[in-house]
């Protein structure tokens, strides 16, 4: 793990295809189909970059390793924190759970070393820079105080999606926006979330492994008196943030935010 080279891609720490399978006592063409068979999983930016052309050229003259690219490939697969998770998810193994636990921590997640003066000017200078530090805390926790009570509306409305600890429906939640569950059902599929298939909302495959619902099946009997069975979906705590938020980012406020936002 320590004679691990760090490369970075977008400002992030990242792993090659053959370092993954290296790591996780894996084969690289093993970690290539498991993403093969499951790329709806995988997003662009979230959890991979992909290289090609001038952009891979740039890379292969930025890294000092020549064994981290090989000289004639033409396109390159880098995986970030959340890709190396998902890899050791899908392989399932003790060595690949237990290494991502340790990528985690030393790798993606490296602890700044203390550098311990060594001489006077250098002593001074590191009392001078924690001078500074506290007083920008200072700062900080004044500039933070102001922002806590101009987004009060937001965590009131945190606190009370927070309040529910159990599961929440469709229509709880609209009636938060003064809307019908049939509005809300309209606006997340809009928004790309969820489609409808004979009269119930699934979520599309990007969103369906975030925790965002809750869905069980529903018995009940049709016009005809038939017996049949229909999803019944409620949202999560965390499903109900991320309503909240895509809703926000497209000018959606549920009621309680409408006086401040006015």
Not at 188 to 207: A, E, I, R
Not at 239 to 255: D, Q, R, S, V, W
Request: no cysteine; charged share 25%.
């Amino acid at each position: 793990m320590n004679d691990l080279q760090p490369i970075e891609q977008q400002g992030q720490r990242v792993l090659t295809t053959e370092q993954i399978a290296e790591l996780y006592g894996t084969t690289a063409e093993t970690v290539k189909q498991n993403f093969k068979r499951n790329k709806e999983k995988f997003e662009s930016g979230m959890h991979y970059f992909l290289l090609e052309g001038d952009e891979l050229k740039i890379f292969k003259n930025q890294v000092t390793n020549s064994h981290l690219v090989a000289a004639r490939t033409s396109h390159l697969y880098l995986w970030t924190r959340r890709g190396a998770a998902r890899h050791s998810k899908m392989l399932g193994t003790d060595q690949a759970w237990d290494m991502f636990d340790s990528l985690e921590e030393n790798y993606f997640n490296p602890q700044p070393q203390l550098q311990v003066p060594q001489t006077l000017p250098e002593a001074l200078r590191l009392a001078a820079d924690l001078a500074d530090d506290r007083d920008k805390e200072r700062n900080g926790r004044l500039i933070a105080e102001q922002q806590v009570n101009e987004l009060k509306p937001k965590a009131d409305y945190y606190d009370h999606i927070l309040a529910n600890k159990g599961l929440v429906t469709t229509t709880s939640i609209a009636k938060n926006y003064g809307w019908s569950a049939t509005r809300l059902n309209r606006e997340l599929h809009d928004l790309g979330v969820q489609f409808n298939q004979s009269g119930s909302w699934y979520l599309y495959s990007k969103y369906q492994d975030h925790g965002y619902t809750h869905t069980e099946p529903f018995a009940y009997k049709d016009k005809d008196g038939n017996d049949q069975v229909k999803p019944k979906t409620k949202w999560t705590q965390k499903g109900h943030i991320f309503i909240y938020e895509l809703l926000k980012a497209h000018g959606i406020l549920p009621m309680i935010e409408w006086e401040d936002a006015e």
